[in-house]
Nanobody
Framework: QERLVEFGGGLVQIGGSLRLSCAAS????????MAWFRQAPGKERDIVAA????????YYANSVKGRFTISRDNAKNTVHLQMNTLKPEDTAVYYC???????????????????WGQGTQVTVSS
């Protein structure tokens, strides 16, 4: 069964760091683009970062550029999101998502991603 499972969420102080991980099973992980989305209460689920199947192409939302880094390890079927200098507005449920995509062009819309994890809560507090 295809599945994505996120790890690493939690409560962190303003300016702190967290590393989210997503473990994939049941599909050819290395042939899929991967992304992190987030959804705050009352808001849309928006893309945070994405990475191509080779790892050579990445995308970041403007709000996280320079603070977040997405990476992947195809040998371990995992994708990570390193989040530094966290702000209260980063508080959200973070979702890992997979898109069948063998190009280096990354998709920003939710509809392109056909497999989702259950989400992990990140709370940034003073």
């Amino acid at each position: 069964q295809e599945r994505l499972v996120e790890f690493g969420g939690g409560l962190v102080q303003i300016g702190g760091s967290l590393r989210l991980s997503c473990a994939a099973s049941g599909r050819a992980f290395s042939t899929y683009a991967m992304a992190w989305f987030r959804q705050a209460p009352g808001k849309e689920r928006d893309i945070v970062a994405a990475i191509s199947w080779t790892g050579s192409s990445t995308y970041y939302a403007n709000s996280v550029k320079g603070r977040f880094t997405i990476s992947r390890d195809n040998a371990k079927n995992t994708v990570h999101l390193q989040m530094n200098t966290l702000k209260p507005e980063d508080t959200a449920v973070y979702y890992c998502a997979a898109e069948p995509n063998l190009s280096q062009r990354l998709s920003e819309g939710r509809s392109f991603y056909d497999l989702w994890g259950q989400g992990t809560q990140v709370t940034v507090s003073s």
